[in-house]
């Protein structure tokens, strides 16, 4: 069982950075995936990146890499999205999802625990 929560969402300018942190409770919270997905208006729910359980892997959309970092701290029950450079496009809600896999997942179905989201706004 882990229970998620988002905080760290705004609104910036473009080219500005936003961290975004995901506070997780529950005792397995260190042996899971980790991931941040985001859902803008009238679109669907998106990959943005993942984190195995110890930090040695992660996966990047596309769209992101090179200008968003997750990572976690374990000790801390915490993962985080440093997000630089931010574009209008990523204007989205933000959400931290958990995983029972033993591997990293991109698919929005193999993830279990869900924050309930922080609104991140990137104006031009």
């Known amino acids: 069982q882990v229970q998620l929560v988002e905080s760290g969402g705004g609104l910036v300018q473009a080219g500005d950075s936003l961290r975004l942190s995901c506070a997780a409770s529950g005792r397995t919270f260190s042996t899971n995936p980790m991931a941040w997905f985001r859902q803008a208006p009238g679109k669907e729910r998106e990959f943005v990146t993942a984190?195995?359980?110890?930090?040695?892997?992660?996966y990047y959309a596309d769209s992101v890499k090179g200008r968003f970092t997750i990572s976690r701290d374990n000790a801390k029950n915490t993962v985080y999205l440093q997000m630089n450079s931010l574009k209008p496009e990523d204007t989205a809600v933000y959400y931290c999802?958990?995983?029972?896999?033993?591997?990293?997942?991109?698919?929005?179905?193999?993830?279990?625990?869900w924050g309930q989201g922080t609104q991140v706004t990137v104006s031009s």
């Open positions: 999802a958990a995983s029972t896999r033993a591997t990293m997942a991109r698919s929005l179905y193999e993830y279990n625990y």
């Open positions: 984190i195995s359980w110890n930090s040695v892997s992660t």
